[in-house]
């Protein structure tokens, strides 16, 4: 079946650092790739994604491409700031059937401090 | 766009009694609803697919005598947790879709069973 596995958490960085979240998944077909992130009391919003191999989601700074090869989708930002503390969920869509039922990942707790 | 109002955002009930949450779609139809839970640091795990006016499809090993799911319109589905036990403590989460767009997500509600 489909799986995704994300890094775990917490990562703490200081503001202005680089950021990287690692995310690999397992999937039969040609499934879509997303990232979602969780602000503490709200709920899961869409981040980016991406469709296809080697397509590059990108928003808010945000960035990650879809690597067929390596079956990776890991999320990068050149610099963080205290307002991207957050949960950050990688996902993806099977597109083989079955409604498009997301698969998660356990998600990445994000601490960003002064 | 694309607003969910998800209720309560957490409730505590005694053992064995039920518990309704709430999920509505404010400013778009959703034609298909996800139930998902999440225990602590694990991923959103797919509880049930409803279709609006049809049968919720429970995912394996979710018991559908537990957790009724009525998604009787087209910006209104309801889970209720019937007979709580200590174990049902989860964090729960609605997922409206429009179809052929993109994934909402509710705020998710925090259910306590003492």
């Known amino acids: 079946g489909n799986s995704v596995t994300q890094m775990e958490g917490p990562v703490t960085l200081s503001e202005e650092a680089f950021l990287t979240i690692n995310c690999t998944y397992t999937a039969t077909g040609y499934p879509s790739l997303f990232w979602y992130v969780q602000y503490p009391g709200e709920g899961l919003q869409l981040l980016l994604k991406a469709t296809k191999a080697d397509d590059k989601g990108s928003n808010k700074g945000f960035e990650a491409t879809y690597r067929k090869e390596t079956t990776s989708f890991h999320l990068e930002k050149g610099s963080v700031q205290v307002s991207d503390s957050a949960v950050y969920f990688c996902?993806?869509?099977?597109?083989?059937?079955?409604?498009?039922?997301?698969?998660f990942g356990t998600g990445t707790q994000l601490k960003v401090e002064l | 766009g694309a607003v969910v109002s998800q209720h309560p955002s957490w409730v505590i009930c005694k053992s064995g009694t039920s518990v309704k949450i709430e999920c509505r779609s404010l400013?778009?139809?959703?034609?298909?609803m996800f139930w998902y839970r999440q225990f602590p640091k694990q991923s959103l795990m797919l509880m049930a697919t409803?279709?609006?006016?049809?049968?919720?499809?429970?995912e394996q090993g979710v018991e559908k005598d537990k957790f009724l799911i009525n998604h009787a319109s087209l910006t209104l589905s309801t889970l209720t947790v019937t007979s709580a036990h200590p174990e049902d403590s989860s964090f729960y989460i609605c997922?409206?879709?429009?179809?052929?767009?993109?994934?909402?997500f509710g705020s998710g509600t925090r259910l306590t069973v003492v």
């Open positions: 409803s279709n609006e006016g049809s049968k919720a499809t429970y």
């Open positions: 400013d778009f139809q959703a034609t298909t």
């Open positions: 996902a993806l869509s099977d597109q083989a059937g079955g409604g498009n039922k997301l698969t």
């Open positions: 997922s409206p879709r429009q179809g052929g767009g993109g994934y909402t």
